[in-house]
């Protein structure tokens, strides 16, 4: 029995721990990267960190501030004149409600003054009808004044 449960953990660590294989294959890649390639790489990458060093000290300037101060004053001239843009849009919206408003205000204007003069001829029509029926009425309050004196 003994030896069957030892064949059988056998079996079972040969499927299901694979740490001998990776391991191998980790040993394999390591021995390929080091020893055939020499090390190429690493001086590849110690050469290229050298050249940006000697790059960053040559190239780079060593006035930085006066480089700040005039990205600086650039970018608030760009502030300032996009600033004047939006004030210059917003004149000119202004301005075209302002069109729209007037426009809009003599429209009713013009609507009042015809309501006003149908509102005036109404009330003319009815006072030449006041002052028809007041002569009519005080025309015939004269005759009969004019016929009762005459009695």
């Given at each position: 029995?003994?030896?069957?449960?030892?064949?059988?953990?056998?079996?079972?660590?040969?499927?299901?721990?694979?740490?001998?294989?990776?391991?191998?294959?980790?040993?394999?890649?390591?021995?390929?990267?080091?020893?055939?390639?020499?090390?190429?790489?690493?001086?590849?990458?110690?050469?290229?960190?050298?050249?940006?060093?000697?790059?960053?000290?040559?190239?780079?300037?060593?006035?930085?501030?006066?480089?700040?101060?005039?990205?600086?004053?650039?970018?608030?001239?760009?502030?300032?004149?996009?600033?004047?843009v939006q004030q210059r849009e917003l004149e000119a919206q202004q301005s075209l409600q302002l069109?729209?408003?007037?426009?809009?205000?003599?429209?009713?204007?013009?609507?009042?003054?015809?309501?006003?003069?149908?509102?005036?001829?109404?009330?003319?029509?009815?006072?030449?009808?006041?002052?028809?029926?007041?002569?009519?009425?005080?025309?015939?309050?004269?005759?009969?004044?004019?016929?009762?004196?005459?009695?």
């Amino acid at each position: 029995m003994d030896k069957i449960a030892k064949d059988v953990g056998d079996i079972q660590s040969r499927l299901l721990d694979h740490r001998p294989v990776i391991n191998a294959e980790v040993r394999y890649f390591v021995r390929e990267f080091e020893e055939k390639r020499g090390h190429r790489e690493s001086r590849l990458l110690e050469n290229l960190n050298k050249m940006v060093s000697e790059t960053n000290e040559q190239i780079l300037p060593t006035d930085l501030e006066g480089m700040m101060s005039d990205v600086v004053k650039r970018l608030e001239a760009a502030n300032h004149m996009a600033e004047r843009v939006q004030q210059r849009e917003l004149e000119a919206q202004q301005s075209l409600q302002l069109q729209v408003n007037m426009e809009r205000l003599k429209d009713d204007w013009a609507e009042f003054l015809k309501e006003q003069q149908r509102l005036k001829e109404e009330v003319n029509e009815e006072h030449a009808k006041a002052v028809g029926q007041l002569s009519t009425t005080y025309s015939e309050k004269k005759k009969d004044l004019t016929r009762f004196s005459l009695l």
